[in-house]
């Protein structure tokens, strides 16, 4: 919402004038605090509905959680998606979505939205793809013959990745891309560096990321919320530097961004702990796997966004408890297209209720996989989103017992 005040004075000749204060329709309650530990249980309240936190975040990439539908996602009690700015505006377009009254109408999702800010992209189509790694040190990509994305002081310019054509993305043109979006949380738009840039490179993408938060900020004209993003690689200073400064512009919530390996994630969380006001929702971008959550969630973060669960589930990975033999070893998950499988009339986790384990058995899952059918990605994708989803649901249960560290100690032994 925004509050409209009439001053009369001596100013414009004496006429009326509004000052229009923003207040965006947004909250973040603390629940509980786990005695032993920074993990706490949230909720933060948007127009759509709340969140309970900590909370994960589904991709829905192309206004679509991949494989599954709008209805899938309410099964599953997902209570909030992320979607992709950059994506979003090379297709459909934004004249599309604003014709259908905004991306909640346009994707049935009657429930809360964050939207990235297209600064993801920026690296992942740039130096990510020069350097050929991913969001973490040590997960390589194909890289790129030529970059597909350069950056300067005022933006980045894409060259789209659909027919080459050139896209110039600026601060003030993300923001009014994720507000003719509709989402109820909008990031701030940044650089994400590589893990194998330099200390001056993150200094210079840092200072930029600064510039583009408060011009983000003074192009915000909705009542949607918006998180500022902490930068600086992995490099102490420019952490505690880069947090000092995104805290100090009175964004609605935080978020963490940049690319690591995950000792030096850990390392990078430990600091900002210590420098982000506890009163503000904390997001961690891009991460995704059981023990990054446990050890994020000890040191105070309150969400994550990954595509883990849905990527996985097409290539044949599913997600088991300890249990039933996950660990750290095999990351939680089984290869269901393995041959020992052929005849296992068991389901991927006798004690997930999920639509898929009430109603398939291994030996049908990996048929599926083998014959390449279709049905086998949403199949698999409802099975790894609820593994996920359930896993957030213990884990808030468990703080509020102050039994975090116990069952962070019983999943990853």
């Known amino acids: 919402m925004s509050l409209a005040l009439t001053v009369d004075g ?12 923003l207040m965006p329709d947004f909250d973040f309650e603390i629940k509980q605090q786990d005695e032993n530990c920074l993990a706490r249980v949230g909720v933060i309240k948007t127009k759509h509905g709340k969140i309970q936190t900590p909370a994960f975040l589904p991709v829905a990439t192309n206004a679509s959680v991949k494989a599954l ?18 994506h979003l505006f090379l297709r459909p377009g934004l004249d599309v979505i604003e014709s259908q009254g905004g991306l909640h109408k346009f994707m049935n999702w009657d429930l809360p939205l964050m939207t990235d800010s297209g600064g993801f992209q920026a690296f992942s189509l ?40 050139k896209v110039f993305l600026t601060p003030e043109l993300s923001i009014h891309i994720q507000q003719i979006l509709g989402s109820d949380i909008m990031l701030s738009f940044d650089e994400c560096t590589s893990p194998l840039s330099s200390y001056n490179y993150n200094k210079i993408a840092m200072m930029r990321t600064h510039k583009w938060a408060e011009r983000c900020l003074d192009a915000r004209k909705t009542d949607q919320a918006l998180y500022g993003i902490i930068q600086g690689g992995i490099f102490k200073d420019l952490r505690e530097q880069s947090a000092k400064f995104i805290c100090s512009l009175g964004f609605d919530g935080i978020a963490i961004g940049g690319s690591f390996g995950k000792n030096e994630m850990y390392n ?16 961690l971008l891009g991460i995704g796997t059981v023990e990054d959550f446990f050890n994020s969630v000890e040191k105070g973060i309150d969400s994550f966004d990954c595509v883990t669960p849905t990527r996985l589930a097409r290539v044949g990975f599913a997600f088991i408890r300890p ?4 660990n750290v070893k095999n990351k939680f998950r089984v290869d269901i297209g393995r041959n020992e499988y052929k005849k296992d009339e068991r389901p991927i986790s006798e004690k997930c209720k999920c639509y898929t384990c009430k109603n398939f058995s291994r030996a049908y899952l990996r048929h599926l996989y083998v014959v390449k059918e279709l049905s086998f990605y949403r199949l698999m994708s409802i099975h790894n989103l609820n593994f996920f989803l359930e896993l957030m649901k213990d884990i808030r249960n468990a703080i509020k017992k102050c039994e975090f560290l116990e069952l962070k100690k019983y999943w990853l032994n």
């Open 10 to 21: 001596d100013y414009a000749n004496k006429d009326n004038f509004q000052i229009i204060i």
């Open 323 to 326: 249990e039933e033999g996950g």
């Open 268 to 283: 990078v969380l430990d600091w900002l702990s210590k420098i982000i006001p506890k009163e503000k929702p904390v997001h």
């Open 126 to 165: 740039g130096m990510g793809a020069k350097h050929g790694v991913g969001k973490i040190a040590g997960d390589t990509k194909q890289a790129f013959s030529l970059k597909h994305a350069k950056v300067n002081d005022d933006g980045v310019l894409f060259y789209s990745h659909y027919d080459g054509s």
């Open 69 to 86: 539908t709008a209805d899938d996602m309410v099964c599953l009690k997902a209570e909030v998606l992320m979607a992709n700015t950059y």
